[in-house]
């Protein structure tokens, strides 16, 4: 018998977990001396409160839903992808070379031509660390860290030797032509009398990121694939003995897991910044595992844990502005999710367990 | 390249491997006791700030070296927490600690000395002189001993001879004394140290402990010993290379010297020539700054040789009732 309804481990488990970060973190911000109501208070107005706030929120909760989708994944394969970031980077350099040097009629086409870039890049990132894990046995979080410096000094050296337009200073490309902007919320929403987002870099790409919330549950919970996957995170033993081939699913899991990683690039190089430059990902890979430890690897939890990221970076962004918090204690937050929501999971998961036991067994021994 | 600029070169090169070496000691104790640590960057960053920022305000460099141990021990503390008392994920923990770090050390700086993230310039006594060895004056005219001994062997602060002592040290404890052998053992099967009566919590902990301790005094080097002052994110991925060090050398402490000395010399270069021009082709510096993880790679996929882990190492031990 389980010892916790799934309600209670899906939903009381991370919102318990929620609650500790933010208690340490109110302590943080007293001991730095600030007010932690206010500081809440001043997050909420700037991220939630203007349409433009919800614009930063929702471009930030774009890069998080990619990123926390491309951990989740692979946590279904029991594997612990580290690697967002290098895989980002990777996908942002396809994105580039699609936009640079396909001259495309419209932004759609471009998108749709950018997709594949950023993703075949992505999953291709992934692609060496999963076969080294699949065939050679190295351990996938170590390659994909050491991935991640990797694809650092990739892209830093196609920056500045091979993209950089003659005379830049600045180890970023050309920007990108014009045919392949892509619609901001702003375009698609403000109206003459009712100046909605202003200047925000929410984009389309947010629709595209929902679609892939929609894509990876339907992949996990209705194909053979996404049972084959879950299969082999559950007991790769039990997966080899029902034929299901342990290094094709390694393969197959972190091909998928970096394409959606290198798909955040379509965000942050196409929508945002429209030409690719040095650091495009600005950790948003790593945040990819608080989103997905919060979100329990559920497309839904992702989508929700990515909006209470995208709500936390852009409410940073306000304090930073603001008061004399700098924008780290974000990093201390997302911190202590990680810490919380994965490492310390059992310290919040067995109080409430033995809770459980306790109501269960009471009307028992009351009749 | 002449006597001279080689010395330069292998005296940098002693400088920047100081402090993989202390932290890839370390992983090697908590690594062998079957404790995987990629903490180990957050646990020097942390020790780097506390150590520049308590050296700062006491005048004492010693004294800072030890808030940048304690520093560095309470991140090892809530390190054994998650991944011994509570059986989490030893990999997510070090993931978190190294957030942790990196966002606590850029708060608190700014919070206590208002410069940005930094510490403000240590002062001469609060940062590590160089020593100079007995006779190295006298010595330096003999020919090719000479300056070798003097501004190569001479000439660096307490931590560098500390850190390569520590070398020895490492080798006699892990594999000369009872506490190293249980050490080990816990490690590879921490059930047969279970079954003999011995604390698997325990000596976990204390391997924990130790490594807490080595990467407080490689934190401290960097900010009181190759640098003066802390500035944010100043371990810039030593930790990283530290663990591709380990891994390189197949947790073992002789090898573990020569991968950080490799590694120290791949920075020193790289940090000397910006670009390697070898006549048919030129070595651009992203390569040399890449290197360490390739080869690590390379080393992990077993095609130079397997590096095997240890047997028990990011396995939570669970008593059998």
């Known amino acids: 018998m389980d010892r916790m309804p799934a309600w209670a481990d899906a939903i009381l488990v991370p919102l318990f977990s929620i609650v500790l970060a933010a208690i340490l973190s109110a302590g943080v911000i007293l001991a730095i001396g600030e007010s932690p109501v206010e500081a809440f208070k001043l997050m909420v107005d700037g991220a939630l409160m203007r349409s433009s706030g919800w614009g930063y929120t929702l471009y930030y909760a774009t890069n998080f839903i990619f990123t926390g989708l491309a951990v989740s994944i692979a946590f279904h394969a029991r594997m612990f992808n580290i690697g967002g970031e290098g895989q980002a980077m990777i996908g942002g350099l396809g994105v580039a070379l699609v936009c640079l040097f396909i001259p495309w009629p419209h932004w759609s086409l471009a998108l749709l031509g950018a997709t594949v870039g950023a993703a075949l890049f992505g999953a291709a990132w992934a692609y060496i660390p999963a076969l080294l894990q699949a065939k050679r046995g190295s351990h996938i979080v170590i390659t994909t860290i050491m991935f991640n410096f990797i694809a650092a000094a990739v892209l830093n050296y196609v920056l500045v030797n091979m993209l950089r337009p003659t005379g830049a200073m600045e180890p970023a490309t050309a920007r990108f032509p014009e045919a392949t902007f892509l619609p901001t919320f702003q375009d698609m929403f403000a109206t003459a009398d009712n100046p909605l987002f202003r200047g925000a870099p929410a984009n389309v790409t947010f629709f595209i990121a929902l679609l892939a919330c929609v894509a990876v549950w339907i992949l996990i919970w209705r194909t053979r694939l996404g049972y084959e996957i879950r299969a082999f995170g559950h007991s790769e033993t039990a997966a080899r003995y029902a034929g299901i081939s342990p290094v094709k699913i390694t393969v197959v899991a972190m091909l998928i897991s970096g394409g959606l990683a290198g798909m955040m690039a379509l965000n942050t190089t196409m929508g945002e910044a429209e030409r690719l430059v040095l650091n495009a990902t600005e950790g948003a890979g790593f945040i990819g595992i608080a989103v997905a430890l919060m979100g329990r690897s559920h497309p839904v939890g992702v989508l929700l844990a990515a909006l209470l990221f995208g709500f936390l970076y852009q409410g940073g962004a306000e304090l930073a502005l603001w008061t004399n918090i700098p924008r780290e204690l974000i990093t201390v937050i997302q911190a202590l999710v990680i810490l919380f929501t994965g490492a310390l999971d059992n310290m919040v998961r067995v109080p409430l367990e033995k809770l459980f036991l306790a109501i269960r067994r009471s009307p028992k021994s009351a009749g | ?321």
């Open chain 2, 1 to 321: 390249m002449d006597l001279d600029t080689l010395i330069q070169v292998l005296d940098s090169t002693i400088r920047l491997a100081t402090p993989l070496l202390l932290a890839c000691l370390a992983g090697l104790f908590s690594e062998r006791a079957g404790i995987f640590d990629i903490g180990l960057e957050g646990k020097m960053l942390i020790a780097a700030f506390f150590s520049a920022a308590v050296a700062f305000s006491t005048g004492s460099v010693w004294i800072g070296v030890l808030a940048g141990i304690a520093a560095s021990l309470a991140m090892s503390a809530i390190h054994g927490l998650a991944s011994i008392t509570f059986r989490g994920n030893q990999l997510i923990s070090g993931v978190a600690l190294n957030f942790l770090a990196s966002g606590l050390t850029v708060l608190i700086a700014q919070s206590w000395f208002s410069q940005g993230g930094r510490t403000p310039s240590l002062p001469d006594g609060a940062r590590f002189a160089e020593i100079t060895l007995p006779f190295a004056e006298s010595l330096r005219d003999v020919p090719i001993f000479g300056p070798i001994y003097a501004d190569l062997i001479s000439g660096h602060s307490a931590l560098v001879y500390i850190g390569f002592a520590m070398v020895p040290l490492t080798w006699w404890v892990l594999f000369r004394t009872r506490f190293g052998l249980r050490l080990r053992a816990v490690g590879e099967a921490p059930e047969a140290v279970d079954t003999a009566g011995i604390s698997v919590t325990g000596l976990r902990f204390a391997a924990v402990g130790i490594c807490g301790v080595l990467c407080g005094l490689a934190g401290a080097y960097l900010a009181t010993g190759l640098q003066a002052g802390f500035v944010r994110e100043m371990t810039a991925g030593r930790g990283y290379i530290a663990l591709a060090a380990l891994i390189f050398a197949k947790w073992r402490p002789w090898y573990a010297l020569g991968a950080c000395l490799l590694f120290g010399f791949l920075q020193a270069i790289a940090l000397r020539y910006q670009n390697i021009d070898l006549g048919a082709f030129v070595v651009p510096v992203q390569v040399m700054d890449a290197l360490p993880y390739i080869l690590t790679v390379v080393i992990l996929a077993g095609f130079v040789g397997k590096a095997i882990p240890p047997r028990a190492g990011g396995e939570p031990y669970v008593k059998e009732r």
